[in-house]
């Protein structure tokens, strides 16, 4: 839905942030931890998604040239910055749905099992770690957080992940091959899913080769690789029926 009152131009997403977008409600109040340019909020704000936005980040740097683009596009009424590490401070905002892409998976995890705010009914989080996944997917699982619903996306040479979350309290153990890939993934499908799983599992067999070679333990491994080719086994099995 477009907002016609707001004045255009757009800021031009990324298709990882793209996707990100996606995902956020319609008049929403959403908050972007790690802001940077603050282009992922401002979007939001100018196409009417988001009623209100909160853009942090921990330096100033990145701060500096988000309230310059907040400026830019004429949204200065509808931003909230602050220099905080992870969500502190954000819940006097009471974000719906609260976006933390670009950081390592265990850092995403920290930000947010640190904060109570996260297990508000009906807060919803969009994650978009640039590693770590399976670190990230089995520490939420382990603290009562489930998933809501995965995408991938290719940008440019890359995919990535993009998951939403919520807190459930209800505690789950995933295998292997579902905090890699994450299970709304392997349950879609598709060939994007095929070509993702497909390259962790020749790097798994090559990690296999090199460190089983010099007798290190891939028992692990051996086991995710495994359980890989048998999701993409049982996928091109569906296909072809």
Known sequence: MINKNRSFPLPDLSKRLSEVAKFVRLDSVVADVGTDHAYLPIY????GVARYAVATD??????VHARDNIDFYNVKDSV???RTDGLEGIEAH???DIMICGMGGELILRIVTECEYTKKEGVRLLLQPQSSFAEMRNGLAEAGYSAVDESLVRDGHMIY?????EYTGNISILTPAEALLGPKNIEKGGELFNEYASIHLRKLRRKIASKGGAGYDVSSD???????EKILGRKKDTEDT
């Open 222 to 228: 051996v086991a995710l690789a495994a359980e890989i």
């Open 80 to 82: 909230s910055i602050y």
């Open 44 to 47: 939001l704000l100018k196409t």
């Open 94 to 96: 009471a974000p719906d």
């Open 58 to 63: 921990v330096r100033e740097g990145p701060l």
């Open 161 to 165: 992940q993009v998951a939403l979350f």
